[in-house]
């Protein structure tokens, strides 16, 4: 009888496949073990362009480029080139770039913003360097728009829209309505206005209603869906003139607010300001009687003429007055940001000073003059105020001559730009949101009354008005110790009135 074996079999050697896997492990912890040693070779890239294919505003000032890996800053700072040229600043936030305009991109312009040859930050000189992949994006500044009342023929009245940039016209409003003031919204594509039917126009009656009117334009902002525009010329009514008439008003920076200035059909002693929302019923806001009235740019606020000065209040229905400025009984304009306003002073002596007034409690009087301060507008940089302003012509009757002026903020020197024909204070000035150009028109009034009474359109002063022509002033870009240059006005090929810039 045989003895039993006790001992256990021995375990055979893995089997092929077994043997493949443990070699490739090994050949896989051998190329990690050398990339570790050796550094990652592969280039480093931008992932993200934020203005990439998109259409900016005034309102853009900064893009950012985001990296793959964090970069050697010097060497994009070195290799970074916009084409055509844009001055601006540049900070750094971990891998992402942020490159800060320092004054708005002129509009109707195509950019391209090219990178090559930046490396990043952890590659050892002296090694073979990846440098970044080439790198080429894209985009542009909105079209120069502008918006402006028509004042012959089939015209008369309307509004129009004409772009400057593709030197296409389109009016947007029907023949039955005399549009008597208008303000765009932000992104440009509606604009309300203030209108009258033709035939109540013509009979004298005051019958404003507001209404809003589609551009037909659409600009692709960065940060924002893209759509599609809606069709020019689509009206809408947004307040009507049942119970109150309406007289001035003004569309806040943001679009969702309107201040209107109505009175009481019935009652004249209701007079007072109302405030509109989007898509809410118009509500009185608790304020005294006063005169003009402007929204601050955060939308939050209105300063208006209240008594013998400046009241500002909040955008709330009966909510008490946040601040009142003694000193000032009139404010023209504010700057982008808020910090500072153009507000005018009547002195005692029958003059007028302009003053700058900022956020920080500053009040610097910038301009005096024995005639009128019409209008005031910042330069985009705030490095300048445009003002409209007249002269008081010798003789023994009271006459006027305008002009307009650039006031070095920071010498308070004033530089004459153009001088206008005399007796011309119906001159409605607009700045252009890159700051590049003034539009401005010239009214000639109806020589016989018997043309006056088939003119829808009077002057301030309850002149008809026969035509009226529009000019374009260029304007060089401000430098912090020089006014702009003095340009010359060309002749614009449209009669109308009121021009003003889209945003």
């Given at each position: 009888?045989?003895?039993?074996?006790?001992?256990?079999?021995?375990?055979?050697?893995?089997?092929?496949?077994?043997?493949?896997?443990?070699?490739?492990?090994?050949?896989?912890?051998?190329?990690?073990?050398?990339?570790?040693?050796?550094?990652?070779?592969?280039?480093?890239?931008?992932?993200e362009f934020n203005w990439q294919n998109k259409q900016i505003g005034a309102e853009d000032t900064a893009f950012i480029l985001t990296f793959s890996r964090p970069m050697e800053q010097a060497s994009v700072e070195k290799n970074l080139k916009l084409e055509p040229p844009l001055p601006g600043k540049i900070s750094w936030a971990g891998r992402r770039m942020a490159y800060t305009l320092t004054m708005p991109a002129p509009y109707g312009t195509k950019y391209q913003v090219q990178l090559q040859d930046a490396q990043d930050r952890f590659t050892a000189e002296g090694t073979n360097r990846a440098s970044i992949q080439p790198f080429l994006g894209q985009f542009r500044t909105r079209d120069r728009a502008f918006a402006y009342i028509g004042v012959e023929g089939e015209e008369e009245g309307r509004l129009i829209l004409y772009n400057l940039s593709q030197q296409q016209k389109r009016v947007l409003t029907s023949k039955n309505l005399v549009v008597m003031d208008f303000k765009a919204y932000p992104e440009g594509d509606r604009i309300l206005f203030a209108a009258t039917e033709r035939q109540a126009n013509r009979q004298g009656t005051l019958d404003q209603k507001l209404y809003t009117v589609t551009t037909g334009m659409h600009f692709a902002s960065p940060g924002k869906p893209s759509r599609e525009p809606a069709k020019a010329g689509q009206l809408q009514l947004v307040l009507d003139s049942k119970e109150y008439q309406n007289l001035k008003f003004d569309l806040s920076p943001d679009g969702q607010s309107i201040v209107i200035q109505r009175v009481n059909q019935r009652n004249p002693g209701d007079f007072g300001l109302w405030l509109l929302k989007e898509g809410a019923a118009p509500q009185p806001l608790k304020t005294q009687p006063g005169g003009d009235f402007l929204i601050t740019p955060d939308s939050s606020a209105l300063a208006f003429a209240q008594g013998q000065g400046l009241a500002i209040l909040p955008l709330q229905p009966q909510a008490d007055p946040l601040d009142f400025l003694p000193k000032f009984g009139m404010v023209l304009s504010f700057t982008q940001d808020g910090s500072a306003a153009a507000m005018v002073k009547f002195n005692t002596n029958y003059t007028k000073s302009l003053f700058l007034v900022t956020n920080q409690g500053i009040q610097k009087e910038v301009l005096k003059t024995e005639g009128s301060i019409l209008s005031a507008q910042f330069d985009p940089t705030k490095q300048v105020l445009y003002s409209l302003i007249t002269e008081l012509i010798p003789g023994n009757e009271y006459r006027e001559r305008p002009f307009l002026v650039a006031i070095n903020l920071k010498t308070a020197e004033a530089k004459p730009l153009l001088r206008l024909p005399d007796d011309q204070r119906d001159i409605q000035m607009n700045l252009s949101p890159d700051g590049l150009g003034f539009l401005f028109d010239q009214t000639i009034a109806a020589a016989k009354e018997t043309n006056a009474e088939t003119n829808s359109l009077r002057t301030d002063d309850g002149k008809a008005i026969a035509t009226s022509r529009l000019w374009l002033l260029p304007v060089t870009p401000p430098s912090p110790t020089e006014a702009p240059a003095q340009m010359q006005p060309e002749q614009l090929p449209l009669a109308g009135l009121h021009p003003r810039w889209l945003p």
């Amino acid at each position: 009888m045989q003895k039993a074996n006790s001992t256990a079999p021995l375990k055979p050697f893995p089997q092929p496949l077994d043997r493949v896997a443990i070699v490739l492990m090994l050949v896989l912890a051998v190329l990690i073990g050398l990339l570790l040693w050796s550094g990652d070779r592969s280039a480093p890239k931008i992932r993200e362009f934020n203005w990439q294919n998109k259409q900016i505003g005034a309102e853009d000032t900064a893009f950012i480029l985001t990296f793959s890996r964090p970069m050697e800053q010097a060497s994009v700072e070195k290799n970074l080139k916009l084409e055509p040229p844009l001055p601006g600043k540049i900070s750094w936030a971990g891998r992402r770039m942020a490159y800060t305009l320092t004054m708005p991109a002129p509009y109707g312009t195509k950019y391209q913003v090219q990178l090559q040859d930046a490396q990043d930050r952890f590659t050892a000189e002296g090694t073979n360097r990846a440098s970044i992949q080439p790198f080429l994006g894209q985009f542009r500044t909105r079209d120069r728009a502008f918006a402006y009342i028509g004042v012959e023929g089939e015209e008369e009245g309307r509004l129009i829209l004409y772009n400057l940039s593709q030197q296409q016209k389109r009016v947007l409003t029907s023949k039955n309505l005399v549009v008597m003031d208008f303000k765009a919204y932000p992104e440009g594509d509606r604009i309300l206005f203030a209108a009258t039917e033709r035939q109540a126009n013509r009979q004298g009656t005051l019958d404003q209603k507001l209404y809003t009117v589609t551009t037909g334009m659409h600009f692709a902002s960065p940060g924002k869906p893209s759509r599609e525009p809606a069709k020019a010329g689509q009206l809408q009514l947004v307040l009507d003139s049942k119970e109150y008439q309406n007289l001035k008003f003004d569309l806040s920076p943001d679009g969702q607010s309107i201040v209107i200035q109505r009175v009481n059909q019935r009652n004249p002693g209701d007079f007072g300001l109302w405030l509109l929302k989007e898509g809410a019923a118009p509500q009185p806001l608790k304020t005294q009687p006063g005169g003009d009235f402007l929204i601050t740019p955060d939308s939050s606020a209105l300063a208006f003429a209240q008594g013998q000065g400046l009241a500002i209040l909040p955008l709330q229905p009966q909510a008490d007055p946040l601040d009142f400025l003694p000193k000032f009984g009139m404010v023209l304009s504010f700057t982008q940001d808020g910090s500072a306003a153009a507000m005018v002073k009547f002195n005692t002596n029958y003059t007028k000073s302009l003053f700058l007034v900022t956020n920080q409690g500053i009040q610097k009087e910038v301009l005096k003059t024995e005639g009128s301060i019409l209008s005031a507008q910042f330069d985009p940089t705030k490095q300048v105020l445009y003002s409209l302003i007249t002269e008081l012509i010798p003789g023994n009757e009271y006459r006027e001559r305008p002009f307009l002026v650039a006031i070095n903020l920071k010498t308070a020197e004033a530089k004459p730009l153009l001088r206008l024909p005399d007796d011309q204070r119906d001159i409605q000035m607009n700045l252009s949101p890159d700051g590049l150009g003034f539009l401005f028109d010239q009214t000639i009034a109806a020589a016989k009354e018997t043309n006056a009474e088939t003119n829808s359109l009077r002057t301030d002063d309850g002149k008809a008005i026969a035509t009226s022509r529009l000019w374009l002033l260029p304007v060089t870009p401000p430098s912090p110790t020089e006014a702009p240059a003095q340009m010359q006005p060309e002749q614009l090929p449209l009669a109308g009135l009121h021009p003003r810039w889209l945003p």
